[in-house]
């Protein structure tokens, strides 16, 4: 096991889904949810898990929640229980606080309270699928600033066996390949002579429009 213990508050599906990775990754969950049943259903996959009612701060006191390095609140239609459940958690002391929000203005009172991260999980899913959709070599992406980016794309036919030197994506892109994960393991800070191959999957930084020239130029 490693160090951090999590909460996760509300078992629904994305609250589950969350929760159980973070046990396939190694770490301690409890998991917290008012409906009786799902928590049976997770009692076997979690650290611990518990029914109760996440509005209620003796109940999150006694489970001793501020002895968590961060809760991560996945209530999602109760906008009222999620906001209640949100502020005890960072009242109790919890550090690190993690919401779901289904609406931007729910998003907004959440950062309102001093949520440390809101995901907006049908709206960033949404717009992930669009970026994929219109690039089908882009495999995924983070977004460093509104400008910025990390991208992911596959090697193409168009560019397979050609060296970065003769790839020379920051002359003539702007943007930079920084690891070429290829299927015996990944280069990172690969050199002139690195080449890219039919499967491998470039890392590229770069701002989104250097990225989007670059994906359109090697596409096809
Ligand atoms: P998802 O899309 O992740 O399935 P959702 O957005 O539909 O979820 P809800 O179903 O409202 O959100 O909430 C997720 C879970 O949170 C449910 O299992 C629900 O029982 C639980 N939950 C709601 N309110 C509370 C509360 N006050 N205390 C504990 N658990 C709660």
Redesign the pocket.
């Known amino acids: 096991m490693k160090g951090s213990q999590y909460a996760v508050?509300?078992?629904?599906?994305?609250?589950?889904s969350v929760a159980k990775e973070l046990i396939e990754l190694g770490f301690e969950v409890l998991g917290?949810?008012?409906?009786e049943e799902?928590v049976d259903e997770m009692s076997n996959v979690l650290t611990h898990t518990v029914v109760?009612?996440?509005?209620d701060e003796e109940v999150l006191k006694s489970l001793g929640i501020r002895n968590f390095d961060c809760a991560v609140v996945?209530?999602?239609?109760?906008i009222q229980?999620?906001i209640?459940?949100a502020i005890l958690v960072k009242d109790l002391g919890v550090k690190n606080v993690v919401a779901?929000a289904?609406s931007e203005l729910h998003g907004k009172v959440l950062h309102k309270i001093g949520v440390d991260r809101i995901i907006y999980?049908e709206r960033d899913m949404g717009i992930r699928v669009a970026h994929q959709l219109v690039s089908p070599n882009l495999l995924d992406y983070i977004e460093l600033s509104k400008e910025y980016t990390i991208a992911e794309l596959s090697v193409t036919g168009r560019i397979s066996g050609m060296t970065l030197e003769q790839l020379d994506t920051r002359k003539k892109y702007g943007c930079s390949v920084v690891a070429i994960n290829k299927r015996g393991g990944i280069v990172i800070a690969p050199t002139a002579e690195d080449t890219v191959d039919e499967r491998d999957i470039m890392v590229v930084i770069g701002t989104n429009e250097q990225i989007e020239d670059f994906q359109q130029a090697v596409s096809g």
Request: aromatic share 4%.
């Open positions: 508050i509300g078992l629904g599906r994305f609250g589950s917290i949810d008012r409906n799902i109760a009612d996440a509005t996945a209530i999602g239609d109760d229980a999620s209640m459940a779901k289904l999980p």
